[in-house]
């Protein structure tokens, strides 16, 4: 299975590393950049699973609620829906496969929203849910192997919150 890194920035560009040819105390060396972007800002990406594409694809969502994805290979959009617009732009994303083998994203904005978006991506609205999580800032988000609890930590509120995972208002 090959490796494969990729960041996004407020740059509006998206970086692939070569994590093969990486060597310890030198920077981490650029194996292409692209444009993804030409007004929105991106806020964060992910490795999209492999459901409806065969080739690899990079999912990235921006700030103004947007969903693309990317074939990072040809530097090409795939598709590009509308995300959540509840509580803010998306700025975590976790990739949850919940017990009966359906896939989901787990989200996090700024402050506040946690959610869930079914996959595929097909734009439509009822497919994604979101909740108030934390009084103030979410500073991560994390899952347990089988999909049934979402964890998610706040900032100044020093809590680490448990959360069940319940896709049935969602399917």
């Known amino acids: 299975m090959q490796q494969r890194l990729f960041s996004v920035g407020r740059d509006r560009r998206c970086f692939e590393y070569d994590v093969r040819d990486a060597r310890y105390h030198s ?23 492999a459901l409806d594409f065969k080739e690899g694809i990079l999912l990235t969502t921006n700030d ?52 869930l978006i079914k996959l595929p991506l ?9 909740l108030i999580a934390h009084p103030k800032e979410i500073t ?9 609890w979402v964890f998610t930590c706040g900032g100044d509120d020093l809590a680490v919150n448990m959360w069940g995972v319940d896709v049935s208002p969602i399917n």
């Open 64 to 115: 103004e609620y947007k969903i693309k994805l990317w074939n990072p290979t040809t530097m090409t959009a795939r598709r590009t829906c509308l995300g959540p617009t509840y509580g803010g732009e998306i700025a975590k994303l976790k990739q949850i496969d919940v017990f009966n083998g359906e896939k989901f994203l787990c989200y996090a904005t700024e402050e506040k929203v946690i959610g």
């Open 27 to 49: 920077p981490l060396p650029v194996l292409r950049e692209f444009v993804i972007e030409m007004e929105a800002k991106p806020t964060c990406c992910i490795w999209y699973p």
């Open 140 to 148: 991560d988000i994390c899952a347990t192997n089988d999909g049934k």
């Open 122 to 130: 097909d734009g439509n609205p009822h497919n994604t849910m979101g």
